[in-house]
């Protein structure tokens, strides 16, 4: 079969390698791969920076967001069967040690992640540990099961953030930032507002529900949010940017009382004046790291059976696998939501 590798350790250094079909060993699941996405951790991989360079060790195969059908189970996989449509859970915990056991196996003190795993799913099939599958629901289409994934984080971040009548602000509008936006709205948000310096990126959250979108280049993002807050400042921030610039202007924007959910990861450490910023305004600040399991799954499942997500808005057409090199272009530009590939053939 031919699968997308990243194949030194130096920026780019993709390319398309003819492997084995793999099999499925026991306990996992061969897949055969209808749909991909690029993601933030591939475009770090594919860029070589500081991140990447001090986790993975090419040759690796690349890409772990995707949709697909199940062709063959191994042994003692009991709960799937040939002709299932799936995409995967990311995150694989021990199932044993004391975060597990209190329903926190996203942050298992053995976790195990599927991009570390040597699975890849840039690829025509893909072998998988059968506990990290997920069903995708019938009527969902193909594109939308690839980034259940992603579309995940946001949902648990909103969700997390409890956003039903109150004003949010979202800070980056990266594929996350965008969904957490469409979620936020789905979720009963009386208003979104959100920031971006792309203005591609920009036209997309007003057209998944942003009420308003503000440019930090070109504006005063906190003066511009207290504007459209009568002064006081939104109820919750979803930060997904990441940037510790943003970070702080999410704390002048956030009112007393309200609440910030982190999903943005800063390549930086990020100064925080706790007293200013958390203790005399009581502000609550949540890390959220990938989905809660499996409480989120059940959430974007329902999400996309009622299709109050305009997740089509946020997708590019499938670009052949072939064509790698000008989806990675087109994921790095910052002008997209996210970017799809297809190994295997839509259906």
Request: with cysteine.
């Amino acid at each position: 079969m031919i699968s997308l590798f990243k194949t030194r350790p130096e920026p780019g250094a993709l390319a398309l390698r003819e492997v084995p079909r793999p099999d499925a060993a026991p306990g996992e699941a061969l897949v055969k791969v209808r749909c991909v996405a690029i993601c933030g951790t591939d475009l770090h991989i594919f860029a070589w920076n500081a991140w990447a360079e001090s986790n993975y060790r090419p040759p690796i195969p690349m890409g772990h967001e995707f949709c697909g059908e199940v062709v063959a189970v191994g042994e003692g996989v009991t709960h799937l069967r040939t002709g299932d449509r799936v995409t995967a859970e990311t995150h694989l915990g021990c199932g044993v040690c004391p975060q597990c056991r209190a329903g926190r196996a996203h942050t298992c003190y053995s976790l195990r992640l599927f991009s570390k795993l040597g699975c890849g799913c840039f690829s025509e099939y893909t072998a998988v540990p059968a506990a990290m599958l997920r069903p995708v629901p019938e009527g969902v289409p193909d594109t939308h099961g690839a980034v259940m994934e992603p579309l995940g984080v946001a949902a648990r971040a909103v969700d997390d953030a409890r956003v039903s009548g109150s004003t949010v602000l979202v800070m980056g509008c990266g594929p996350v930032g965008l969904f957490a936006v469409a979620v936020a709205k789905a979720l009963g948000a009386a208003q979104v507002l959100a920031v971006d310096v792309s203005a591609q990126r920009m036209e997309l959250a007003l057209r998944v529900g942003a009420a308003a979108v503000f440019n930090p280049v070109k504006e005063d993002v906190v003066a511009c949010v207290r504007a459209a807050t009568e002064g006081r400042g939104v109820d919750v921030v979803i930060e997904a940017s990441g940037n510790p610039v943003a970070i702080g202007q999410c704390f002048a924007a956030l009112d007393r009382g309200g609440r910030m959910v982190m999903v943005g990861l800063p390549s930086e450490p990020v100064p925080i004046d706790i007293v200013k910023d958390i203790i005399t305004g009581e502000r609550t600040v949540i890390g959220a790291y990938g989905r809660r399991i499996d409480h989120t799954w059940l959430l974007v499942e329902r999400l996309l059976r009622q299709r109050v997500v305009d997740v089509d808005a946020l997708l590019t057409k499938p670009y052949p696998l072939e064509e790698y090199e000008a989806a990675f272009a087109a994921a790095a530009s910052g002008k997209y939501g996210k970017v799809l590939l297809q190994p295997g053939g839509l259906v």
